[in-house]
């Protein structure tokens, strides 16, 4: 257990973050770097397809790949890209990864308390989760 709530106050401080983010030309830096047999990875179709427009009017050909930040290992099954061409990552793919890393560095915290504590060390706080939940129930 992250008794200090540290794993959520650097979630909240990167929601903040990207919240604050929004709006200020993310997507159009994007586009203007991209070049022709680039591949952006991104969290939607509905996403990458505007963002394959916006490049099809500056006369750029991409690649576009939907994949969950939660397991980028499937992005290697793609290969490189041939020649000069770039994969890349879009800012809400990047941003869905970063709070993810942020979720499992909790839940791993979790799992070493567990295992590294005496018996029933790690329990009393469930232990008194479940007396506090079973006073409301009816």
């Known amino acids: 257990m992250d008794h200090f709530g540290i794993g959520s106050g ?22 203007d770097s991209l070049k022709t047999d680039d591949r952006v990875v991104f969290l939607s179709e509905r996403e990458g397809r505007r963002v394959q427009a ?21 992005l290697f099954v793609r290969g490189s890209p041939t020649g000069d061409a770039r994969t890349v990552f879009d800012h809400g793919w ?8 942020i979720e499992r560095a909790r839940l ?12 029933g060390a790690t329990h009393r706080e469930t232990e008194r989760r479940a007396k506090e939940l079973a006073k409301w129930r009816v």
Do not use: W
């Not at 791993?108 to 018996?119: H, Y």
């Open 10 to 31: 650097v979630a909240g401080a990167a929601r903040v973050y990207f919240h604050s983010s929004c709006r200020t030309g993310r997507t159009t830096s994007l586009v």
């Open 94 to 101: 990047v941003e869905q990864f970063y709070l993810d890393a």
């Open 54 to 74: 916006l490049c099809k009017e500056r006369g750029v050909s991409i690649e576009v790949i939907v994949s969950a930040p939660q397991s980028p290992d499937r």
């Open 108 to 119: 791993d915290i979790d799992l070493m308390q567990t295992n590294l504590s005496g018996r």
